[in-house]
C-alpha cells in the first residue's frame, strides 16, 4: 500500500510532511502534539484549503444522523490520518471512542461536546467554536460526543494516528453505559 492522498493538493502535502517530521522528532506522543499545534492551527484558520464536497452531509451515514466523514490523506501503513467530520445542523454523533491520539478541531460552524469517564458518566461539556482545537491522548478524555449547535453544519479536522473510519472501536449507550462495537466508516473510501 501507499500513501492516500483524497484531497490531493500541496497544503495537504505539506502538513503531512511537517506532522511526519514533528512525530519522528518527538520523544512522546504529547511532544508531538505540542510540536505540531501551530501547525494544526493554522490549517484551521485557512479558509481555502478544503473543498466544498469534503464539507457535506451523507445521507447514507454509518453513524447516523447524515454524519459524514471524509478521509482527506491516509499513511500507507495506516498509522497517520486526516479526515473531517461533517455533522448536520441539530445531529449529534453516538458517544465514542477513537484509540488513538492526536488532534481535533473544529474548522466551521459550531458544537458542544461531551467528555465522559470510563463508566460512561458525563464529566465535562464543552462549547467549541472555529479554530478551536485540543489533543486527545488516550485513554484521558477518550470517549465522548459532539453535537452541532450552529444552524449549519459542522466541520471538524481530525488529525489521529490510526484508520480512525476501519478501525474497530466502541460506541457508548448513555442509558445502559454498555459498549457496542463501532466501526464508523468514511463516505469516499471503503474499508478492507
Ligand atoms: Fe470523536
Not at 481535533?104 to 465522559?116: C, K, P
Not at 470517549?143 to 473510519?165: A, C, F, K, M, Y
Not at 466502541?170 to 445502559?176: A, F, G, L, R, V
Amino acid at each position: 500500500m501507499s500513501d492516500e492522498y483524497l484531497l490531493d493538493t500541496p497544503v495537504v502535502h505539506e502538513f503531512v510532511h511537517d506532522v511526519r517530521a514533528a512525530i519522528a522528532a518527538a520523544p512522546s506522543a504529547a511532544a508531538a502534539c505540542d510540536a505540531i499545534r501551530p501547525r494544526f492551527g493554522a490549517l484551521l484558520a485557512d479558509p481555502d484549503w478544503l473543498p466544498e464536497r469534503f464539507q457535506q452531509p451523507n445521507p447514507d451515514s454509518g453513524m447516523g444522523g447524515g454524519i459524514g466523514q471524509w478521509l482527506l490523506f491516509r499513511g500507507a501503513d495506516r498509522e497517520l490520518t486526516l479526515f473531517a467530520l461533517v455533522v448536520p445542523a441539530g445531529a449529534a454523533t453516538p458517544i465514542h471512542d477513537h484509540l488513538a491520539w492526536g488532534l481535533v478541531g473544529l474548522y466551521r460552524g459550531s458544537q458542544d461536546e461531551e467528555i465522559y469517564d470510563d463508566r460512561v458518566d458525563l464529566k465535562e461539556q464543552r462549547a467549541l467554536a472555529p479554530g478551536d482545537f485540543y489533543a486527545l491522548l488516550p485513554p484521558r478524555d477518550d470517549i465522548h460526543r459532539v453535537r452541532t449547535t450552529s444552524p449549519e453544519q459542522s466541520v471538524s479536522i481530525h488529525l489521529l494516528t490510526n484508520d480512525t473510519g476501519c478501525v474497530w472501536r466502541h460506541s457508548y449507550d448513555e442509558h445502559t453505559h454498555q459498549a457496542e462495537p463501532f466501526r464508523s466508516g468514511y463516505v469516499n473510501v471503503p474499508c478492507d
